[in-house]
């Protein structure tokens, strides 16, 4: 199940889109520019902003849920993320609250 603005954005795509396609004849569903190519993540998020979907917080959920299921160390493999910021993540997804509130009094506002 999709958000209905990402369905839409989807469906958009895949009836109109370019048609890009590999060496195999494959099409993508988010090609770049160049045929073969993924497109690129910031452009990809900055599109997904423009139409009000929030990447970053999708990204941060996947990964909070993720964390959940599966080791940290896992985690950082899969993501290509360094260990200790997938150890720091699992923290926070492990239902602790107190150290994600200790660390938001500590951060700089503004």
């Known amino acids: 199940m999709l958000p209905p603005k990402l369905a839409r954005l989807i469906d958009d795509q ?4 370019p048609r890009h396609s ?3 004849g494959r099409r993508y569903l988010l090609p770049g520019h ?3 190519r993924p497109r690129n993540p910031l452009g990809l998020a900055d599109t997904l902003r423009h139409h009000g979907l929030p990447a970053r917080a999708a990204r941060n959920t996947a990964m909070m849920d993720a964390l959940v299921d599966l080791p940290p160390m896992v985690i950082a493999d899969l993501l290509g993320i360094h260990p200790k910021p997938a150890e720091r993540w699992a923290t926070l997804a492990s239902g ?11 951060a700089p506002q503004g």
């Open 96 to 106: 602790n609250w107190s150290e994600y509130l200790a660390v938001r009094r500590a």
């Open 34 to 36: 160049s045929p073969g």
């Open 14 to 17: 895949l009836q109109h889109g």
């Open 22 to 24: 590999n060496t195999a």
